[in-house]
């Protein structure tokens, strides 16, 4: 990263700090669309559920996806709808699963980076009342799994993460951040750009020189960790 330059720019069609984004980060792609469609099935994932409940007891995070989605399709059609012999299975049968099993699955896979997953989170916390117990730690688990996502070289995660720092919704609003964010989104996303410059240029308007130091340092960060990792997801 030492060779890298800060850039001094203002236009919000650059970055704070001078990197290649777009070739780091973007939405997910048809390969990775597909992979996570197979976890998905339920015909698939119906053999092997013994394995897959003790793998995601353990924090395994594919496991409890695959196990969330599970449970929300037979939450859908009836604990019996993908093989017959479902209520022979004791504790393994999805008639016995209680919602208390699917949002801990949903929570792990959350924390483990699955940025459908830190969506779901955050949906289930929104539409729980501000003194639940349960939506502080939905929260947390949702925005951790973000940034892990963002990491990984996801732009769904980037988005959410830049739009709830500006808004202050669930979370501490932190402009800096989100400016700093809004600005990466507006260089990687493929199209839409027009959108996300107005985004980022109101949240400018409203920060300080010490703030936009910060915003290269936030920049800089994130670029490190994007060029370390894999970036993109494939």
Request: proline content about 5%; glycine content about 6%; aromatic content about 8%.
């Amino acid at each position: 990263m030492a060779n890298r330059k800060i850039s001094t720019a203002t236009d919000v069609r650059t970055s704070e700090y001078a990197a290649p984004w777009a070739d780091w980060i973007g939405f997910e792609s048809e390969a990775a669309h597909e992979r996570r469609v197979r976890l998905e099935d339920p015909f698939a994932a119906a053999p092997f559920l013994e394995a897959l409940i003790t793998q995601s007891s353990e924090g395994d995070a594919t496991a409890a996806y695959t196990m969330y989605s599970f449970a929300q399709f037979t939450e859908r059609r009836g604990p019996w709808a993908v093989i017959s012999s479902f209520d022979q299975q004791g504790a393994m049968a999805p008639k016995n699963w209680t919602p208390e099993h699917k949002e801990n699955w949903m929570r792990i896979a959350a924390r483990g980076g699955y940025w459908i997953a830190a969506f779901a989170a955050l949906t289930t916390a929104d539409r729980l009342p501000d003194g639940d117990p349960r939506r502080p730690a939905l929260i947390e688990d949702a925005m951790k799994g973000l940034e892990l996502a963002v990491r990984a070289g996801s732009l769904e995660a980037l988005q959410a993460l830049a739009m709830k720092l500006q808004s202050g919704e669930q979370v501490a609003k932190d402009l800096p951040r989100s400016y700093a964010y809004l600005q990466v989104v507006a260089l990687a996303a493929p199209e839409g750009n027009e959108y996300w410059d107005q985004c980022a240029g109101e949240v400018r308007a409203l920060l300080n020189e010490e703030d936009l130091r910060n915003v290269r340092v936030i920049q800089q960060e994130l670029a490190a960790a994007l060029s370390q990792g894999t970036g993109r997801l494939q």
